[in-house]
């Protein structure tokens, strides 16, 4: 029979037993029969002498004689109120002669006795306790004393309890508890050492685990006086329990009951007495798991911290803790590094919470670490202890974000991680200061920032991991890889100062740093690093300009002051020829403007801005070309509006040379030749040379695109860059013959892609742009082209297989005949339209 | 009498007024519910039946009516009538024997004839040496026995049995009972008895303080014993009966443990007695508890202590 099926039977022959002298008691009781009930009860609760049982077991054994005793418990109860004094029964139960029933019975009619307010409750206490000092067996003992416990658990004479006076006071209620906790505990410990070899331990221990709830019930108990306020706490119960913790020498349950304080008493009071508590955990034995300890104090006091409580300002929590930490180092040589980082990370997470300003304690923990980790000397750490200091690196991002770096231990212990690790704490660090949303407004910042994050700004020196090679399956990495490039590239957003010349050099530094990442990184990093310098360019334009508009009305202001100097002078040459001479009227006085206050022009140029841009964007040129070709563009429409002639154009000519030397790609060009018409269509400051030469030449490109329907709509899109603008305006360019011209090229064109039946839809679409000139009045689209077009569709349309696309170009044709025949109708082009023929 | 076909004759019978204490014993009864395993085997010659008898303390006088019935008619003839007060002490073993320590015979009338039934007054004032016992070999027993001698018919007899209890006074020194005693190396304990004398209903009280504990202790217990000892001489027998094995500890203790002890008694099955040291040169009662440390191989240990009982009240 197996062990397990041993106890099953045990327990089984137990409980059945039970059972029956449980059913002939109850008989008993019904009869009135006291001595006949106690000797039945005694035969029942003599099954708990058993010794064969696990705890688990005997708990269960334990319940169902607890549920008959409560029979016996209300029978004393009912005897009472009948007039028998409880005091005899109270002597009756004591002549059983075995031990462990008559203790039991002792405790059923103590409970009465008390209740019945014959003697009073501490007397009453004081005996139970005493006496159950007879039952040592440690099983035994404990269950015994649990029932104690219990029943006396609304008996108490605590403050504010009915059983408080005559009864005894709050003292008598705790020391109570006390004692009953300390014997427990110590029974609970003499459990471990019933003998036994090193076999049994785990087993024992095992069994001591299920049992240690009964001893903390008791510290439940004492935290749920009423009477213990903190300095009772602070004097007597913590000590006390404290003694016995230390006292016991065992580690379990110095660990337990340690973790039991911190979780049973207020915070109020752990904050009165944390000291004590803490010079307790120096003393506990070598093996007690300290740091979970400790960790859960600070849990619960950073928790209380950041409720409704305040750790009040004279007790200096984080010395203590420190204190503690450090004794504990101190004393035990065997702690291993791992387990050292994280008592460090835990009080610094404590500092982190309830500190939340003090970033010199966050400093003293990194620094700690780092004297630790620089001390052990060896080559590299093991992977706990560098997930140790990955976790150290990361908490106070969270809270600090980019404050971190002014702590100067932070990046120094950085060092100690690998790239890999180094790259995870970057990206917490990176996340965390997007977060935070403050703006990285200074060079120094911006440095330190990013030699922190140097894993992901550019690949290791010595590994070549990093960015993931292209051709690599491990799409993760690439996910990730892109991820962090992306966060990287959101801090450019950050990086605000207000004063342009700083934002320059910021943005020129990052440039530094983001071009060393390669070219896997800067396609992510640049370009927001262009859009920042465009829009520094504005504003270091509109500064240009205010610096010259105060200028000008300085000299306007220093003018005026020579008049008026000049008149006075006249004046007083006046004065001097003719005493009699009397001045029209006061003279002005100017006040210039105070120096300091006067706005000064930057000291960075917005031309200097964009040859800053126009650097990055060549950089990426050849490993981005599409990419660049747009940021090119941009940069154009942004040197145009700062009326840059020459830059906008050398812009322009860059993407050109991009088109032309690295767009292969149809679709890629067809989609450059929109953004470059569009481009071109915003810009309206070229020099009129410059600007022939740039709309001719995308003209050529359009025309050379392979598609032919490609062809066709460019070519179209391209007329429009031969009338820019309306002709009152002074920059207009107004070519109607070059419009015409690539109208007429485009219809060419379009008439060559009869075969797919696209064609119609390309007249139609022209027909639309012809119809864009006619109302614009371009003196060379005359009323011919149009009726022209209009009878070339009709007469294709119908020829047209029926189908999706052909409903799409008659709605659109409808749609353009129905225009024309408004306009027909309206007043003002009646006149204009009245000679097209539908 | 009767068989002559004289039809109902004289009896004799004997009536005592409530004693001065106004106690009574039951004499026969089972002691205690408990007791019915344990208690002490059934006194020889003794009647099985319950009775109620008066208790009178050593000085209490014996007081009391004969009352002799005639039938309507008829008269008697004797040759005197006289009530005897015996005090004897009975013994069972050893072909036994009996010693009257106490005999006072009263001449209640003088030899003559009856013609009517009459009473007479009786009043004993006399010295109880012994308190009455019913022990294993030794019984002491008080009774009154009034007898009509007659020439040739028989004599009438009654006897009625009495019960003589001692009420002594709190004795003045009471020491407590204080020892060390242990094996070398193994066990020490310090047990400490509130008191060396104790009533019959008292409690004893005392601990158990461990000084050494090297043996694997399963339970400790506390025994009531009672000795008697019979004869003198060479011819004493002794006859030990365990009252009680009362638990006092489940489990091992540690060093420096104390263990409360207390033992109600009362709660003691078995008739408790006074000790009594030598009565009539015949026997003595003595009473030890005594000390056992089980140990999980079942050896005991054990240290026996002698403790005097002394009776505060009747009963």
């Known amino acids: 029979m197996s062990a397990q099926e041993e106890q099953i039977k045990y327990l089984t022959e137990a409980t059945k037993k039970v059972k029956e002298h449980a059913f002939y008691m109850k008989r008993a009781i019904d009869a009135n029969d006291l001595d006949t009930t106690l000797s039945l009860a005694a035969d029942m609760l003599r099954e708990l002498k058993t010794s064969l049982l696990t705890p688990r077991n005997y708990y269960e054994l334990y319940m169902s004689v607890l549920d008959s005793l409560r029979h016996v418990e209300d029978f004393f109860a009912s005897l009472n109120a009948a007039g028998t004094p409880v005091v005899e029964i109270y002597e009756k139960v004591q002549h059983c ?25 501490k007397d009453i206490l004081k005996d139970l306790i005493e006496m159950v000092k007879c039952v040592q067996y440690p099983t035994r003992g404990l269950f015994l004393r649990n029932y104690l416990s219990q029943t006396s658990r609304d008996k108490l004479p605590d403050t504010g309890s009915e059983y408080e006076g005559v009864g005894g006071n709050v003292k008598d209620a705790y020391e109570f508890v006390l004692q009953n906790f300390s014997e427990m505990n110590r029974l609970w410990v003499r459990l471990q050492h019933m003998g036994g070899d090193k076999s049994t331990r785990k087993k024992r221990e095992k069994e001591r685990q299920d049992l240690k709830i009964l001893v903390g019930t008791n510290l439940v108990r004492l935290s749920q006086l009423q009477g213990v306020d903190t300095d009772c706490y602070r004097d007597v119960i913590l000590p006390e329990i404290l003694k016995n913790v230390v006292e016991c020498k065992d580690t379990i349950s110095q660990g337990y009951l340690m973790d039991c304080v911190i979780q049973v008493f207020p915070d109020e009071f752990h904050l009165a007495t944390l000291e004590t508590f803490l010079t307790t955990c120096t003393k506990l034995k070598e093996k007690v798991n300290i740091r979970t300890i400790l960790q859960s104090m600070m849990n619960r006091l950073s928790l209380f911290g950041e409720g409704e409580g305040r750790i009040p300002p004279d007790l200096d929590a984080f010395r203590l803790f420190n204190d503690c930490i450090t004794k504990i180092l101190e004393e035990r040589s065997n702690l291993d590094l791992a387990e050292i980082l994280r008592l460090q990370t835990s009080l610094m997470q404590f500092a982190l919470k309830c500190y ?27 992977e706990t202890s ?49 977060f935070s949303g ?3 407004d200074s060079v120094e910042k911006l440095e330190k920032l990013f030699k922190a994050i140097t894993p992901l700004i550019k690949d290791d020196e010595k590994e070549s991991s990093g960015a993931p090679e292209k051709d690599e399956a491990d799409e993760a990495a690439l996910a990730e890889f892109k991820e962090e490039q992306t966060l990287v590239a959101r801090l450019v957003h950050m990086m605000k100062s207000p004063d342009t010349d700083v934002q320059f050099k910021i943005l020129s530094m990052t440039r530094k740093h983001f071009g060393q990442g390669g070219v896997k990184r800067i396609g992510h990093t640049l370009p927001p690093l262009v859009f920042a310098g465009l829009k520094l360019a504005h504003k270091v334009k509109k500064r240009e300009l205010d610096a010259v508009k105060v200028q000008n009305k300085l000299k306007a202001l220093k003018e005026k002051q020579e008049k008026i100097e000049q008149e006075r002078k006249e004046r007083q040459a006046k004065k001097a020829a003719d005493p009699e001479y009397e001045p029209p009227g006061p003279l002005e006085d100017i006040v210039m403007p105070d120096e300091s206050a006067i706005p000064k022009p930057p000291a960075t140029s917005c031309r200097k801005v964009f040859q800053f841009l126009h650097e990055i964007v060549t950089a990426m040129a050849v490993s981005y070309p599409d990419l660049s070709l747009k940021l090119f563009l941009q940069s154009a429409v942004a040197a145009d509006n700062c009326k840059f002639k020459a830059i906008a154009y050398e812009f322009m000519s860059q993407a050109f040379i991009l088109y032309e030397d690295e767009l292969t790609d149809s679709k890629a060009q067809l989609r450059a030749l929109v953004l470059m018409v569009g481009t071109l269509l915003s810009c309206s400051n070229f020099e009129k040379d410059d600007y022939d030469a740039l709309i001719t030449k995308t003209t050529q490109y359009a025309a050379k695109l392979l598609k032919k329907p490609d062809q066709c709509r460019m070519v179209t899109l391209c007329s429009h860059l031969f009338f820019v603008g309306s002709a009152e305006d002074a920059n207009h360019y107004h070519d109607p013959k070059r419009v015409l011209e690539c109208l007429q090229r485009a219809l060419k064109i379009a008439d060559g892609c009869m075969a797919s039946s ?7 679409e022209i027909l639309n742009h012809y119809l864009y000139y006619f109302e614009l009045h371009n003196p060379l689209i005359a009323d011919k082209y149009l009726t022209g077009l209009i009878a070339l569709i009709n007469e294709h349309i119908d020829s047209m297989d029926h189908g999706e696309q052909r409903t799409e170009v008659e709605g659109m044709y409808r749609n353009t005949l129905r225009h024309i025949a408004r306009k027909k109708e309206e007043e003002e082009t009646k006149e204009k339209f009245k000679s097209i023929v539908v | 009498m009767s068989i002559f076909g004289f039809g109902a004759s004289a009896s004799l019978n004997l009536t005592l007024s409530p004693p001065p204490s106004g106690e009574f014993k039951d004499i026969g009864k089972p002691n205690t519910v408990s007791s019915t395993k344990d208690g002490p085997p059934p006194l020889a010659n003794d ?7 008066p208790i009178y303390t050593g000085t209490d006088k014996v007081e009391g009516t004969l009352s002799l019935t005639l039938p309507q008619g008829k008269k008697l003839d004797h040759l005197g009538i006289k009530v005897e007060l015996i005090g004897r002490v009975e013994m069972f073993y050893d072909r036994g024997g009996v010693h009257d320590f106490t005999s006072l015979v009263k001449e209640v009338d003088a030899p003559g004839t009856i013609y009517d039934s009459k009473e007479y007054p009786l009043s004993f004032d006399f010295e109880k040496p012994y308190e009455s016992y019913r022990g294993l070999n030794v019984r002491v027993r008080y009774f009154l026995r009034a007898t009509l001698s007659r020439n040739y018919s028989g004599n009438l007899t009654a006897e009625k049995e009495i019960c003589v209890q001692h009420i002594t006074n709190e004795p003045e020194i009471n020491n407590s009972i204080k020892m060390e005693v242990g094996i070398e190396d193994c066990l020490h304990i310090e047990f400490e008895y509130e008191r060396q004398k104790y009533g019959l209903t008292d409690v004893i009280v005392g601990k158990i303080f461990f000084l050494l504990v090297r043996i694997k202790i399963k339970h400790m217990e506390l025994a009531v014993i009672r000795r008697e000892s019979a004869g003198s001489g060479q011819n004493i027998y002794n006859e030990s009966e365990t009252l009680i094995k009362y638990e006092i500890m489940d489990g091992a203790p540690v060093r420096g443990e104390c263990i409360p002890v207390r033992l109600f008694l009362k709660g003691v099955p078995g008739e408790l007695t006074p000790t009594y040291r030598n009565v009539g040169n015949r026997f003595s009662l003595k009473y030890y508890i005594n000390l056992v440390l089980v140990d999980e191989e079942d050896r005991r240990y054990f240290k026996q202590q002698e403790v005097t009982l002394w009776r505060k009240v009747l009963g």
Do not use: W
């Open chain 1, 356 to 382: 939340p300003g003090r970033l010199d304690y966050v400093n003293y923990c990194l620094g700690m670490c780092a004297s630790v980790l620089s001390a052990t000397k060896s080559e590299s750490l093991d």
């Open chain 1, 97 to 121: 002669a075995n031990v462990v029933p008559r203790l039991y019975l002792l405790i059923a009619v103590g409970g009465v006795y008390i209740k019945s307010g014959e003697a009073p409750a």
């Open chain 1, 386 to 434: 560098v997930a140790e200091v990955e976790e150290l690196l990361s908490i106070p991002l969270s809270s600090l974000a980019l404050q971190v770096l002014d702590l100067q231990q932070y990046s120094e212990l950085l060092t100690y991680l690998p790239y890999e690790n180094r790259r995870q704490v970057a990206t917490i660090l990176v996340r965390s200061t997007l």
């Open chain 2, 47 to 53: 009647s099985p039946e319950v009775r109620k008898v």
């Open chain 1, 758 to 764: 696209a064609h119609v839809h390309l007249f139609v």
């Open chain 1, 438 to 440: 403050g703006s990285l």
